[in-house]
RNA sequence: GAUCUCGUAGCUCAGUUGGUUAGAGCAUCUGACUUUUAAUCAGAGGGUCCUGGGUUCGAGUCCCAGCGAGAUCACCA
């Protein structure tokens, strides 16, 4: 049987160590630790002319400096790092630190007191051992220029293994774990805002019979107690209107949806979204709402409305956001006006644009089309794109004043879609004929086209008010309010191919398949 | 899916025109050191050069195929 994930002579020594430990009569893995103080509150609490300031402290160790019979400790925890000042007059088990590594997890109780170089420091009247750690960790060391920089050296940096062990990388680069911080920074107060209104937060399936509510490939599976195919949701928002349906005036929900398309910077198979649907209101009134909400949400992840994007560009969430129509964006880019335009000569001035389109698309595809090439690699401050074409819109409710137009708009941030709304199509006659449409372009040769939905018809039948829903993608958003080019960088652990060279074991695959069957 | 780039010690990286036993810093080990902080000083160990073929007297290096990653493009709410 396998002992030990790896087996090197850094991994070995450590094993060794333990069991030395152990044999000296230390437990290894105890069960819990009386930690009175963050490594952040320690320091803050210490003042040079107060009284004595004892504490015990907990985290993991990232560098030791052994000066023989004494010694320099930092530790980690979740607020930051703490130098631990461990001298052998003061400590009978002195000789037994000797056997700990950097990346052991360690307590340490003492008083805090400065240090001749000036860092306020715990000197240790008492030390233990709370977890043991057996595979080296890639601990860059940092230093603090003249100026007062950061330098960080051989940081562990290799993407591919930060990706695959997050752990290392959330254990060696705290700036990691500030990302990740301002997610949920970001979601809490999403959820703060929308609770305060009254908007009740709701779960809905992610096993579905029949996928639909977005234009994407699903994942499918088998249900094996019903013997029926399922698939992963693409979206939420049938079944939130189904629930808008049952008499909930505002709904929302926070959660994944899976798509199975390509993976790449902005795109992962799944993904966080924020979906709300609000009765009686309209497109224009969520509008008014997305830009109250996002603004609180600015300030509440970033501190200031001017966010630095990835890219370098500065944005500029304070409202109003610009409004836009989408034939008023499209005229300015390409000095055509294509309203009432048919399919041929959309398709001529996509030719004439140097926009590629084929035989499977529609009007809205490329009507699409264009829009992606010719405008919205301009769209960089916050802009809401309005009353996009019927055709690329079956879920939301003809223009009330603009025939061939729906009563929609895209929130374009940095060049990023980042959040549909629609006056949500409720009537069953209008539904049922875009499903219809739908399934022509599906057999035209489009596998993204919406399906039919029957029982959502019947829905819509009972009656679901006039409403606005709104989508959100919550990676897309974290990415622009943490300056992250890569999806990859906000979620913990992103979509990646099996590793089976490091990963090679006797569970996985062959055992998954039988169960599945 | 296409193209380009990359894959060498636990980590970060060198490695010349194809030529002796593949190097450095950090980490690790041994020794010294009771206020250090990229601690320092002396010594030591550690390699599937991503995998498999090929060319060659000789391959980390050149060629082919594969695997993995990154970037760009294509696709994609």
């Known amino acids: 049987m396998q002992t030990r994930t790896q087996d090197n002579d850094q991994v070995a020594r450590r094993y060794e160590e333990l069991e030395h430990l152990e044999s000296a009569g230390v437990l290894a893995y105890p069960y819990a630790f009386d930690k009175t103080h963050s490594a952040a509150a320690a ?46 007059d003061d400590l009978p088990d002195y000789d037994q630190f000797r056997l700990y590594d950097i990346g052991d997890i360690i307590g340490a109780a003492g008083y805090m007191f400065r240090t001749r170089t000036n860092e ?8 233990t051992l709370l977890t043991k750690c057996l595979s080296p960790l890639p601990i860059a060391k940092e230093e603090i220029d003249e100026e007062g920089n ?59 019979t029949m996928y639909g509510g977005a234009a994407a490939r699903p994942f499918a599976s088998h249900l094996n107690a019903l013997d029926i195919p399922l698939f992963l949701r693409i979206s939420l928002e049938l079944n939130l209107k189904r629930l808008m349906v049952g008499g909930f005036e505002g709904v929302y929900e926070l ?44 300030m509440a992840v970033n501190g200031s409305l001017h966010v630095t994007a990835a890219n370098g560009a500065t944005l500029d969430f304070t409202p109003p ?41 529609g009007i809205g595809k ?22 996009y074409p019927e055709e690329m819109v079956p879920l939301a409710k003809p223009h009330r004043s603009k025939a061939g137009l729906v009563e929609s708009w895209e929130l374009i941030i940095n060049t990023q879609e980042l959040a549909p709304c629609f006056s949500e199509l409720n009537d069953p006659r209008v539904q049922r004929r ?47 309010l943490t300056g992250e080019e890569s999806i990859r960088d906000v979620i913990f652990f992103p979509m990646m191919r099996p590793d089976e060279r490091r990963d090679a074991g006797g569970s996985d695959a062959a055992a998954a398949d039988e169960t599945a069957g």
């Open 434 to 480: 875009r499903f219809t449409e739908q399934a022509k372009l599906r057999d035209a040769g489009d596998d993204e086209a919406m399906l039919i939905d029957e029982d959502f018809l019947r829905a819509l039948e009972v009656g679901m008010p006039p409403a606005a829903g709104m989508g959100l993608g919550i990676d897309r958003l974290t990415m622009i």
């Open 255 to 298: 959660g994944k949806n899976f798509r199975n398309e390509g993976i790449d910077k902005t795109h992962n198979p799944e993904f966080t979204m924020l979906e709300l649907y609000v009765a009686y209101r309209d497109y224009m009134w969520m509008m008014e709402m997305t830009e109250e909400m996002l603004t609180e949400v600015v």
């Open 150 to 208: 950061r330098i960080v050296h051989d940081q562990f940096a290799d993407k591919e293994m930060r990706y695959r062990q997050r752990y290392v990388d959330l254990a060696v680069n705290p700036e990691v774990r500030d990302v990740f911080r301002k997610r949920a920074k970001l979601i809490t107060t999403v959820r703060r805002y929308l609770d305060q209104r009254n908007y009740l937060e709701v779960e809905t399936p992610v096993l579905h």
């Open 43 to 88: 320091k803050s609490q210490y003042q040079d002319d107060t009284p004595e300031l004892t504490v015990a402290v907990a985290g993991r160790i990232v560098g030791i400096r052994r000066m023989g019979k004494a010694s320099f400790v930092h530790i980690q925890d979740d607020s930051g790092r703490l130098q631990i000042y461990l001298k052998k």
């Open 321 to 361: 956001y610009r409004r836009a129509t989408m034939h008023g964006l499209i005229a300015e880019y390409t000095g055509k006006d294509i309203e009432g335009m048919d399919l041929a000569s959309l398709r001529a001035l996509a030719h004439e644009q140097g926009v590629h389109t084929d035989a499977t698309m």
């Open 366 to 387: 490329v009507i699409d089309e264009i829009f992606s090439e010719k405008v919205q690699p301009h769209l960089v401050q916050p802009t809401f794109v309005m009353d």
């Open 120 to 127: 306020v420091t715990l000197h240790a009247r008492s030390f």
